[in-house]
């Protein structure tokens, strides 16, 4: 079983209903060895080092730089989406989470989910999520603050990015949001609670894995330079397929409907 009982139950409650709402409406989720799902950081722990995946896939990670205590662990707080369980705040200067490097999260296909908040914009180019990287060049794939401050979803194919469209900075307002950036071979898109942010165009290329090495970074950019973000984070999760997010979201409205704090 990829979801354990011995993990909160909370956190699970908030988080199946989207699973079973993805095996719905993704092909290949026939069976448990071909269901998309790759990453899913609960953050559930609230408190020592481990960060548990609880896709099956093996991809825990750990607060900060090192297995150990470490100036770089952002910090657990209690009261996560709809103030239940726990997250991760992050202070925007030195604060990440590692995760150690895994062929299973080098797609083609991908979709990225989360939580956020904060109360203000992290400022220009800081990572919520990034998937390896290339000095300050670029990484295979993440979700980012742009020019704007608010946020977008990005692949790099090697030479030149492809760009979701770009939610504003009032996405930082200090209540929870949903972010999922997908990417299907062919269009990078960026859907913030259930809604896709127009402005992106087709644009077929492949994601580059072999420029953009090394560990995926919860909360930050952390390769040769620290991108990083100011803020809280619950629910991450990663899948080797572009999710119809929002027809996922709609099938949920009820759950994600609800006031947010």
């Known amino acids: 079983m990829w979801l354990s009982s011995r993990f909160s139950r909370r956190a699970a409650a908030i988080a199946a209903p989207l699973v079973t709402a993805a095996a719905l409406v993704v092909p290949s989720a026939a069976s448990a060895a071909e269901f998309p799902l790759r990453a899913w950081w609960p953050l559930a722990e609230g408190s020592g ?13 750990y607060l900060g730089s090192t297995t150990g205590a470490d100036s770089n662990d ?17 202070d925007g200067v030195d604060d ?19 939580w956020f908040r904060g109360s ?25 603050t742009h020019f704007s401050g608010g946020l977008g979803f990005t692949i790099w ?42 402005g992106s165009s087709p644009n077929p290329g492949e994601i580059d894995y072999q420029g953009p090495s090394g560990d995926t970074i919860l909360g930050g950019y952390h390769a040769g330079c620290d991108l990083l973000m100011r803020g809280d984070l619950d629910h991450v999760m990663v899948w080797s397929a572009a999710l119809p997010v929002d027809t996922i979201w709609g099938n949920l409205s009820a759950l994600f409907n609800r006031p947010r704090r």
């Open 120 to 144: 203000s914009s992290p400022g220009q180019y800081k990572y919520l999520f990034a998937r390896g990287g290339d000095a300050c060049t670029a990484t295979s794939y993440g979700l980012q």
């Open 96 to 114: 990440f989470v590692t995760v150690p490097d895994s062929a299973n999260l080098k797609p083609q296909q991908v979709t990225v989910s989360l």
């Open 74 to 90: 952002p910090t657990w707080i209690r009261g996560g989406i709809f103030g239940l369980g726990n997250a991760l705040r992050f």
């Open 157 to 198: 194919d090697g030479s030149s990015v492809r760009n979701s469209g770009v939610a504003d900075a009032t996405v930082w307002d200090g209540k929870w949001h949903h972010a999922a950036g997908t990417w299907d071979g062919t269009t990078a898109k960026l859907f913030i609670d259930g809604k896709e942010v127009p």
């Open 49 to 61: 080092q481990t960060v548990r995946d609880w896709s099956g896939k093996g991809n825990n990670g």
